[in-house]
């Protein structure tokens, strides 16, 4: 009996959901326009970035070393450490950017959530395949001038061909921090600055329990210093996802009660 009003009751308010939307407007639909708004507007940021980063530490490092007497580095190697930090940013200001236009559209709390959850999980990919592109070209380059392409950072993989390792140390580093800067931009949008300051340590979570896990870029040489080693990448890997998984569902609970500031004037 219990069980037959459960699902009537779920039906009903499915059907409510329904007729709420205009005929021809979907979830689905909406989740899309959300994402397509995201990628338009986030888009000269992400491929300004990559744009600078190429020139910067392929074509520009490489034209240097070559002029200054030969490489013994990946050039590219020593641009590790930035998408991180910039992937952090791009977490950042997500929730000031979109929240207020998107619920003065309509969306939900909610379907904000999920979408910024597809979003940064696809700019994490696309950023970590980039990182996978440019270590094979730059090899063919190196091959090609018989330099040697020893990496500057210590790293999951030891060897460039190693394709699968880099991308899965660069998505999941610049996941996590992604996610680290979606809560940050949340709890800093709702709690004010003081209070957004003192929940650093705990929007920093993900972040630091990617590094921490991972044990890869400039920190594994602190914390090799310290004795500390990485656990086994079959513990490592799925941790490092489930932290984030739970920071993106944390960033939704914040932002669920929030309510919107009036415009002033």
């Known amino acids: 009996m219990s069980a037959a009003l459960d699902n009537r009751t779920r039906t009903a308010e499915q059907a409510v959901a329904r007729a709420a939307l205009p005929r021809g407007v979907t979830n689905g639909h909406r989740l899309r326009r ?3 708004a995201m990628w338009v507007g986030m888009r000269p940021m992400l491929v300004g970035y990559w744009i600078v980063m190429l020139v910067g530490f392929l074509i520009v490092g490489i034209g240097i070393k070559a002029a200054t007497g030969g490489i013994d580095h990946s050039t590219w190697d ?5 998408p991180k930090y910039f992937s952090m940013a791009v977490g950042i200001i997500i929730t000031p950017a979109y929240l207020t236009l998107l619920i003065a559209q309509g969306i939900t709390r909610r379907q904000m959530s999920v979408a910024v959850s597809i979003y940064l999980a696809g700019a994490a990919a696309a ?10 070209v730059e090899h063919l380059i190196y091959n090609w001038q018989a330099w040697n392409q020893a990496l500057a950072n210590p790293h999951l993989f030891t060897r460039t061909s190693q394709v699968g390792l880099i991308f899965t140390e660069f998505f999941l580093l610049i996941l996590s921090h992604e996610v680290a800067g979606w809560l940050l931009g949340i709890t800093f949008v709702r709690f004010g600055f003081w209070r957004g300051v003192l929940l650093l340590p705990l929007s920093l979570i993900p972040a630091a329990a990617a590094e921490f896990l991972l044990v890869a870029q400039w920190l594994a040489d602190v914390l090799n210093g310290l004795g500390y080693r990485r656990p086994p990448l079959a513990v490592a890997v799925p941790s490092v996802l489930v932290v984030s998984a739970l920071g993106l569902y944390a960033g939704y609970l914040v932002l669920r009660p929030m309510a919107m500031k009036q415009a002033k004037g």
């Open 34 to 36: 959300i994402l397509l």
């Open 78 to 82: 020593y641009g590790t450490q930035s």
């Open 127 to 136: 950023t970590a395949a980039l990182w996978v592109v440019v270590y094979q």
